[in-house]
């Protein structure tokens, strides 16, 4: 059974509004877009943690503001 993130698939939206100034924030993405080509250990830290965990980590920002966030996305099975 494969799982995919309901946000990446636009299946669902998350309403966010920014703590420090209240602007709704806006989804840039799965973290792991951002920092994989950083960080190589990474994948390596996923495969030792042995269960798939079936959770997308979405980086949301403010663009008022610039306060940003990380949210948990727990994926569906499809
Ligand atoms: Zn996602
Ligand atoms: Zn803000």
Do not use: T, W
Not at 12 to 24: A, D, L, Q
Not at 36 to 64: T, W
């Amino acid at each position: 059974m494969d799982f995919e993130c309901p946000l990446c698939n636009a299946l669902i939206n998350v309403n966010e509004n920014c703590p420090r100034c209240g602007s709704k924030m806006e989804d840039y993405g799965r973290v792991e877009d951002f920092f994989e080509p950083y960080n190589p250990y990474l994948d390596r830290d996923l495969v030792s943690m042995g269960e798939p965990k079936h959770q997308c980590i979405h980086l949301f920002a403010c663009p008022d503001c610039g306060y940003d966030s990380r949210i948990v996305i727990n994926q569906i099975p499809v």
